[in-house]
């Protein structure tokens, strides 16, 4: 089993930043790319950043210049540094990971979080 834990959501004011965070645990032999989806109320879950086991990164357009996506391969950690946020940046945030697992057969993983909620208003 792999399990990913997100934390760092909660309220800020429309202009203010937050950071989440994700950590990944459990068997793994690597992860391969590690994402961050969000839903709001009433919507389809989005793609708001993903990042490579190499750092190469892609942005959702509406986050573009605001977002930043960073991870650290040693310890199975993502991260999202959210700038700039506006309303319509409320929602759930999820955390994925997708990898190879340490078992004999290094079956492939593709695990989700929990979510953590962000809510951007004044």
């Known amino acids: 089993q792999v399990q990913l834990v997100e934390s760092g959501g909660g309220l800020v004011q429309p202009g203010g930043s937050l950071r989440l965070s994700c950590a990944a645990s459990?068997?793994?032999?690597?992860?391969?790319?590690m994402a961050w989806y969000r839903q709001a109320p009433g919507k389809q879950r989005e793609l708001v950043a993903d990042?490579?086991?190499?750092?190469?990164?892609n942005y959702a357009d509406s986050v573009k210049g605001r977002f930043t996506i960073s991870r650290d391969n040693a310890k199975n950690l993502v991260y999202l540094q959210m700038n700039s946020l506006k309303p319509e940046d409320t929602a759930v945030y999820y955390c994925?990971?997708?990898?190879?697992?340490?078992?004999?057969?290094?079956?492939?993983?593709?695990?989700w979080g929990q979510g953590t909620q962000v809510t951007v208003s004044s």
């Open positions: 459990g068997s793994i032999f690597s992860i391969t790319s």
């Open positions: 994925n990971a997708d990898g190879l697992r340490s078992d004999f057969q290094r079956r492939v993983f593709d695990s």
């Open positions: 990042i490579s086991s190499g750092g190469r990164t």
